[in-house]
């Protein structure tokens, strides 16, 4: 599909699924090499779209940290990191989170018409608040983004943002971390909730590449006919 960018989504999960835990805060799952490997994904992207869940609940700054890669980026007329997206029903984002606060790169915000007043008025000075509708639509948004020229989209979570993606199959490619050890916790985020996925026992998705990386285990699915071209 033309109309919409490249998506890669990405995520790191404990084994029993999880993205973090219900009780000891932000959980590491992952380790330096692997976070080096994401960190040249992030380097070779346009932008990076999370859900507003994990700027609340993470408080990502989602730059590209080397800087080599950001020197790279600049050499080709790029800024130092993508732009960073976000979508959110209801606005409610702390203009002093480090989405915002940190780099000096566009910021995205594709908002629901309902809290489009009140989050153009907080987010003011620090972000672009779009009008997304009611509801949004991620395959809308995803066009928006290629209209605004991003080629090459990175999706970093978190789960209802990820189940949205792959239900709608608005991916083309998903890099699944899995860390050795459980989480064990029901009320801990996971990496996907319900839904209708376009794979099952009758389609299985198609297993690209497996990669240990120190001590975790990097899966690559080819989620469309257009894996390996972003």
């Not at 699944?176 to 909730?193: C, I, K, N, Q």
């Amino acid at each position: 599909m033309a109309d919409r960018p490249y998506t890669l989504l990405s995520c790191c999960m404990s084994l029993d699924g999880y993205l973090g835990s219900a009780s000891r805060g932000r959980l590491q799952l992952s380790n330096l090499a692997d976070f080096d490997r994401v960190d040249g994904e992030r380097a070779d992207s346009d932008a990076i779209l999370v859900g507003a869940g994990t700027i609340r609940c993470d408080d990502p700054r989602l730059l590209v940290r080397s800087q080599q890669r950001q020197a790279e980026r600049v050499a080709r007329g790029w800024s130092p990191s993508p732009v960073k997206v976000t979508v959110t029903r209801h606005g409610c984002l702390d203009p002093a989170a480090e989405f915002f606060a940190s780099g000096d790169g566009e910021k995205l915000v594709f908002c629901a018409r309902p809290a489009l007043a009140t989050t153009r008025e907080r987010l003011a000075g620090v972000a672009t608040v779009i009008d997304a509708g009611e509801p949004v639509e991620l395959r809308w948004v995803a066009e928006q983004l290629h209209a605004r020229g991003v080629r090459r989209l990175m999706v970093e979570g978190g789960g209802t943002v990820h189940t949205q993606m792959l239900t709608q199959g608005l991916g083309d490619e998903l890099q699944l971390v899995v860390a050795p050890f459980f989480v064990g916790e029901s009320a801990a985020p996971r990496f996907v909730g319900d839904g209708a996925f376009p794979w099952s026992v009758a389609r299985r998705a198609t297993l690209a590449e497996v990669r240990q990386i120190d001590d975790v285990a990097l899966l690559r699915y080819a989620l469309s006919p257009r894996y390996g071209e972003g």
